[in-house]
């Protein structure tokens, strides 16, 4: 049996009055992915507890299979394991964005959209100007990530950290807020803020920033910190599901988790965590992958990008490419490996209204040869409220979906 999950990041919606009051899923153009609801099943999962923030870390978990009650211990450890980063037990991850606050308020979570060509550089600065430092009974060290998407790391010197406890607002969910109203809170709360306002001066005189500016770019003002955790233990996927796993992601959250549960790591070129992502790439290696493995998991930014940019059009456009160059080839592929299923289904919803990750189910289709179809011909969420089929806590899909009762 070959499995293939496609994550169409945050394209769970709900009606858009520039879409005629259909959501992104109703408004697209996706035959493939109602060739999978006409083929199988569809239905809702919700993904996120109510006492989780809903985010992809969480909701990531949970569509793999694992009680995010459990294992969850923040986004930045997750981040850690895909970039190489180990956490020793007395060791912290804290996300580190680069960000466009230029009025106080949150401008942009993501900097413009900063490439890794330009945040590499800045994140070396913040590494030179504080990295090393003793802070809190730790010693801070910054390492660069993925275009705006960064970590800092507090190498505890003995157990405990004044980071147990404190809270940390997402960027991507204040969207043009006072960022005041939005600080860290709680014992370690004094300390992250101290360093997101001595990133000011030195990301101020760096000449990339210079650049940005003169190029008509946003400059990174700042670094935001959230997401703090230490490293999960996790239990393997092969050991709890069976089977090898493969994650196409150019988000390290996601392939993090992916390494974390064993996964292999599939690197595509093109692949960028944006709009502008080589969709088809990403199709064709993962068609190429089902030859060497037993369940390939292909993960999709774009769709999450364009609803925190409240881009209604691009969502759309988005989810069409997903569905030609992606779900496509994998129905053309999959029955030459004899036994199949493929599932399709968001982590979380990111709403065009509010910009902004929200709670509540997300709509998933899947087939397979031995999957009874259920008479859905549609993947979008009203035809999934209609069916009746639906798992909360969400992880049990991922149990239903592999065979495991």
């Known amino acids: 049996m070959k ?24 408004a697209a153009k996706l035959p493939n992915m109602d060739r999978v609801a006409g083929a199988g099943v569809v239905g809702l999962s919700n993904n996120v507890p109510p006492s989780l923030t809903p985010a992809s870390d969480v909701a990531t978990l949970s569509l793999f ?14 981040e850690t394991a895909a970039m ?43 590494q030179h100007e504080l990295g090393g430092k003793e802070i809190a009974g730790g010693t801070i060290e910054f390492h660069p ?48 803020i101290s360093l997101m306002e001595a ?40 050991e709890v599901y069976g089977g090898r796993g493969a994650i196409i992601s150019a988000v390290d959250l996601v392939r993090g988790v992916g390494v974390l549960l064993g996964w292999h790591r599939i690197d595509v070129p093109g692949a960028t965590g944006y709009l502008d992502t080589n969709y088809a790439n990403k199709g064709k290696y993962a068609v ?48 030459r490996f004899g036994d199949y299923r493929i599932l399709v289904e968001p982590d979380h919803r990111t709403t065009i209204r509010t910009r902004a990750h929200a709670h509540g189910p997300v709509a998933f289709a899947a087939c397979g040869t031995d999957i009874s179809p259920d008479g859905a011909d549609r993947y979008d969420e009203p035809t999934a409220a209609s069916t009746g089929l639906s798992f909360d806590p969400g992880w049990h899909l991922m149990k239903w979906w592999l065979g495991k009762k």
Not at 72 to 77: E, S, V
Request: hydrophobic share 40%; with cysteine.
């Open 288 to 335: 190429e992958a089902l030859g060497a493995f037993d369940l390939v998991c292909v993960h999709v930014e774009a769709p999450d990008e364009a609803s925190h940019e409240g881009r209604a059009a691009e969502k759309v456009k988005s989810l069409e490419r997903i569905d030609e160059h992606i779900v496509g080839p994998l129905l053309g592929a999959l029955p």
């Open 3 to 26: 499995y293939v999950i496609v994550i169409p990041d945050g394209c769970a919606d709900e009606p858009v009055a520039e879409l005629g009051n259909l959501t992104p899923l109703q």
């Open 84 to 126: 190489g980063i180990h956490l020793g037990p007395n060791d912290w991850a804290v996300r580190c964005n680069l960000v466009n606050v230029p009025d106080g308020h949150m401008r942009d979570f993501t900097a413009g959209h900063i490439s890794s060509e330009d945040g590499a550089p800045l994140i070396k600065a913040l």
């Open 199 to 238: 990133s000011k001066p030195i990301l101020a005189a760096h000449p990339v920033n210079a650049k940005r500016i003169a190029e008509g770019k946003k400059p990174a003002t700042q670094i935001w910190l959230w997401g703090h955790g230490k490293a999960p233990r996790m239990q393997p996927f092969a």
């Open 145 to 192: 990530g993925v275009q705006y998407r960064n970590i800092l790391v507090w190498r505890g010197h003995s157990e405990g950290s004044i980071l147990e406890g404190t809270t940390a607002q997402a960027p991507h969910d204040i969207p043009d807020k006072p960022v005041a109203d939005y600080l860290p809170k709680g014992p370690g709360a004094e300390v992250l």
């Open 65 to 78: 299979g694992y009680d995010p009650l459990k294992y969850y211990t923040g986004r930045a450890p997750l």
